[in-house]
T-cell receptor
Framework: GAGVSQSPSNKVTEKGKDVELRCDPI?????LYWYRQSLGQGLEFLIY????????KSGLPSDRFSAERTGGSVSTLTIQRTQQEDSAVYLC??????????FGSGTRLTVV | AQSVTQPDIHITVSEGASLELRCNYS??????LFWYVQSPGQGLQLLLK??????LVQGIKGFEAEFKRSQSSFNLRKPSVHWSDAAEYFC????????????FGKGTTLSVSS
């Protein structure tokens, strides 16, 4: 597609439920990144996929968070047993061979 | 470890006045450097980037930034601010190699007064 597409744009979930957030990167971009943006906290790196290499999961805050990227394209970020502190905007970005991302518009997650 | 500092959390500038947003980084070598802008409810848009070469970089929307190695800084400037520039601005760095995650500063919120 022309840009990075994220869905849903908004998600309200009950505490303890699992959620899946989807990212469809720009066609041909080999790198895909997930970030979390909390109020006043800037952007927190979560996970990074580069081609067929093992993902860099160093930013995942707990084992409740996981992500996969199927066929080197679409990625899904899964949060299990959501907590209120998981409420944030989750941003996906993709890039080609050099740094400099294109971001999606994000998914605003609210855990109630 | 790499880090990015944006010392100003919130800045207010009069419309038509000049703007400078500060960014300092901590990294052993010259990193790749970026500025992004985020309008309310929107994703991040790349304003400009520095990889190498001329230390004064021109971006979109009339913004420019200057890389100063001696000061480990990459400050963003605009000679005349417009009301539509009100947004949050993020500085980011990445190691000088392909395919690595960007490290972002905490952002500076710009308000524009009339």
């Amino acid at each position: 597609g022309a840009g990075v597409s994220q869905s849903p744009s908004n998600k309200v979930t009950e505490k303890g439920k699992d959620v899946e957030l989807r990212c469809d990167p720009i066609s041909g971009h080999t790198a895909l990144y997930w970030y979390r943006q909390s109020l006043g906290q800037g952007l927190e790196f979560l996970i990074y996929f580069q081609g067929n290499s093992a993902p860099d999961k160093s930013g995942l805050p707990s084992d409740r968070f996981s992500a996969e990227r199927t066929g080197g394209s679409v990625s899904t970020l899964t949060i299990q047993r959501t907590q209120q502190e998981d409420s944030a905007v989750y941003l996906c970005a993709s890039s080609s061979s050099r740094p400099g991302y294109t971001f999606g518009s994000g998914t605003r997650l609210t855990v109630v | 470890a790499q880090s990015v500092t944006q010392p100003d959390i919130h800045i207010t500038v009069s419309e038509g006045a000049s703007l400078e947003l500060r960014c300092n980084y901590s990294y052993g070598a010259t990193p790749y450097l970026f500025w992004y802008v985020q309008s309310p409810g929107q994703g991040l848009q790349l304003l400009l980037k520095y990889f190498s070469g001329d230390t004064l970089v021109q971006g979109i929307k009339g913004f420019e930034a200057e890389f100063k190695r001696s000061q480990s800084s990459f400050n963003l400037r605009k000679p005349s601010v417009h009301w539509s520039d009100a947004a949050e601005y993020f500085c980011a760095v990445a190691p000088n190699q392909a395919g690595t995650a960007l490290i972002f500063g905490k952002g500076t919120t710009l308000s524009v007064s009339s």
